[in-house]
Structure formats: structure tokens, C-alpha cells
């Protein structure tokens, strides 16, 4: 068992000191955000860098969006937990009745009552994300978007027929699953088996 502590600083821009990736918070391993948090948080710097000087609005902003990337990862994380039907250990019991943040609750009603799935700028999660971790977790619409109801029956069809063709037509040209295994490892073994150059 790997034991570690969770969650974010109050303030990741705290006087003159700004905690960057794994010093500003960690949620867990299973989506390894890390890199990408460290990332975000050294352009945020950069658009919020304090020419001349440091003023508390912009402290505050950058505190600010900071905290809200963080609450969505740790959402996202959350719901590959909170929608299980294993019930098999105390673990899974606990994550099955505990309290969700009001973000993620409202994101869970949002998908299962009309099928949507809200996009704020700039979320590291995307929609295609959002919409395989809730139907793997057996959240599923009630009903479908009423925005599909836009388009007429012959033309949505006539766009779910062509958006089917257009995966086909890229599933047929990826290799199976052991073929990509197989070619990798072809390749990994000629890098190391190189010889080493003086």
C-alpha cells in the first residue's frame, strides 16, 4: 500500500513565493495531471507576471484560477470513485455513499437528466473524457440533448452515418492491439541494443 497525502495550498501564490506543481497539491496517481499542472501554472504566471510590481489583484487571480483547476481534477478523479457498484471492500463502500462537492454533483445531474456535459474553457478533462468515465461508471442520460432535436431526423442520421464511416475508416487502418505492442518493442530493443558511441 502507497500511502500519501492529499489536496492543494490556500494559496499557491503566497508574498513573494509561488508553489508550482507537486508543491502547490496532489489528488492522486490515476490521471497523472502533474505535468500538465505545472505547465498551466507557469503560463498562468506568465499572463499574470507583475510588471512593475506585485498588487494583490493579481495574487488573488492567479490564487483563484489555481483553485479552480485543481477542484476539477479533483472532480474528475472523484467520479471514477463515487459511481462504483463494487461494494466489495470498506473502500469501495465509503466511496459509494460519500458526499460530493457541489461541482461534481451538479455535473453527474447534469449528464444523467439530459446528456450534457459542460465544458469550461480550459479544463484539462475534455468532453470525450467526461462522457467515458460516467458511462463506464453506469451513468447513464434519461434523456438525449434537446439540441439534437435541432436538426432534422434525415440529416442527423445522414451526420451519425458519416461520423461512423469516418471512425470505421480509422479503426480499419490502426494495427491490432499486439501488432502496436509488437512494434514498439521491435523498436525499444534496436535502441537498446545500439552500440554506444565514443
Known sequence: ???????????AWNKNVIAVGLASGFVEPLESTSIHLIMTAMTRLIMLFPFPTVTQSIIDQYNEESRLEAERVRDFIILHYCATQRDDSPLWK???SMALPETLARRIDLFRTRGHIWQPEGELFRTDSWVHVMLYQGIRPEHYHYLATAMPDKDLIQFLEATRGVINKAVEQMPTHQDFVDRYARASDSIWNMPAKM
Not at 1 to 11: D, E, P, S
Open 94 to 96: 465509503y466511496c459509494s
Open 1 to 11: 500500500m502507497i500511502k500519501f497525502r492529499t489536496g492543494r495550498r490556500r494559496n
